[in-house]
């Protein structure tokens, strides 16, 4: 016990941390180890903030409580060497299984290998780990790209001028950015420039650089922004320049306060493609459950992305992601990794 509390300890220093409890009593049922319970998974993410963090762990925990399993969430709050220390905590604390949420496939592929050494059952969220023991759980990045892209063709036709944000070296946005160089090719389409940061204050961040660009490239007429924080960040550029008649943006994700954003009046914001975060968590914790019980999910577990445009929103009146989920029911659920023994999470 006094060794867990020390690692606990070692993990509040180097990265967010919250633990729920499990339930002794099992699921009736259920395979083992499930149907004794007092199972333990961890979740490690890469990412420390941002909407879209948020969703997710929510549906961790829903599915997590569904389970009655033990979970302790952590955020490496963009850092490599935190991320691959609250990994080996885990290992340490002897957890059944490990989420691994984004992240740098370079800096986790032998850490990842260590738990799996361990006895460890490994699933990775949006991070390509080379592992065909690692299940990757997956939005369909090109098909997300390629429902938003499309809308930008038929908005604007073909042969505009445009600007992308985006970093390379993370898996989701490398694969998101591949299919814009496609449809640049296929379509005529001139990228006048290419920008983008990942730390603590993207918005911001990009904002800045968003401004920069959009001075020096007045011509640019759309923004492909492969991720929502990204998306806000070029937003807020646009308003204060006063150019959101002319720019428009075409992004990836989705979240109230995306909604709250895409939906104001005049919003330079007009279309994103996405799967539901939370859904998104909720499926991690069914695939780490059913690798932890010998159910293989597979190595790759796609979910399929919903094409959301600004006036879809605004003529269903829909404010929130609850009233998305109401009216875009393939928006709500995933029957990925799924088995008759493994609960439905409360909504």
Same mark, same amino acid.
Do not use: C, M, W
């Given at each position: 016990m006094f060794k867990k509390l020390k690692?606990?300890?070692a993990a509040l220093v180097t990265g967010a941390i919250f633990a729920t409890q499990s339930t002794a009593a099992g699921l009736p049922g259920a395979p083992a180890p499930f149907d004794k319970g007092g199972v333990d998974i961890a979740v490690v993410s890469f990412l420390g903030s941002g909407d879209w963090l948020q969703a997710f762990e929510a549906g961790v925990k829903r599915q997590a409580d569904a389970l009655g399993v033990k979970l302790t969430v952590s955020q490496a709050r963009n850092d490599n060497d935190t991320q691959r220390t609250l990994i080996e905590q885990a290992i340490n604390l002897g957890v059944k299984g490990i989420i691994v949420n984004n992240g740098r496939p370079e800096v986790l592929k032998d850490v990842a290998q260590k738990a799996l050494d361990a006895g460890i059952k490994v699933v990775a969220y949006d991070v390509d780990l080379d592992n065909l023991q690692i299940p990757q759980i997956e939005q369909s990045d090109r098909d997300m790209a390629r429902l938003v892209l499309e809308q930008a063709i038929r908005e604007k036709g073909e042969g505009f001028? *445009?600007? @992308?944000?985006?970093? $390379? +070296?993370?898996?989701?946005?490398?694969?998101?950015?591949?299919?814009?160089?496609?449809?640049?090719?296929?379509?005529?389409?001139?990228?006048?420039?290419?920008w983008?940061?990942?730390?603590?204050?993207v918005p911001a961040s990009v904002a800045d650089q968003t401004k920069a660009v959009l001075r020096a490239n007045p011509d640019i007429s759309v923004i492909f922004t492969p991720w929502d924080e990204f998306a806000k960040g070029v937003k807020l550029?646009?308003?204060?320049?006063?150019?959101?008649?002319?720019?428009?943006?075409?992004?990836?994700?989705i979240s109230t306060a995306d909604i709250q954003l895409i939906t104001e009046p005049e919003s330079a914001w007009v279309a994103t493609?996405?799967?539901?975060?939370?859904?998104?968590?909720?499926?991690?914790?069914? *695939?780490? @459950?059913?690798?932890? $019980? +010998?159910?293989?999910p597979g190595r790759s577990v796609l979910l399929q992305p919903t094409l959301i445009t600004r006036d879809d929103l605004t003529g269903n009146g829909i404010g929130t992601i609850e009233e998305l989920q109401e009216k875009f029911p393939a928006f709500r659920e995933s029957d990925a990794a799924t088995a008759d023994w493994i609960p439905a999470v409360k909504r």
């Open positions: 690692i606990l300890a001028t *445009a600007g @992308a944000v985006y970093v $390379a +070296g993370f898996a989701p946005l490398d694969r998101r950015y591949g299919v814009f160089k496609e449809f640049v090719q296929k379509h005529n389409i001139t990228e006048k420039a290419v983008g940061v990942v730390n603590d204050t550029a646009i308003d204060e320049l006063g150019l959101a008649s002319r720019v428009k943006i075409y992004g990836v994700d493609a996405a799967a539901n975060a939370a859904v998104v968590g909720e499926v991690s914790v069914r *695939a780490v @459950a059913l690798s932890i $019980a +010998g159910q293989f």
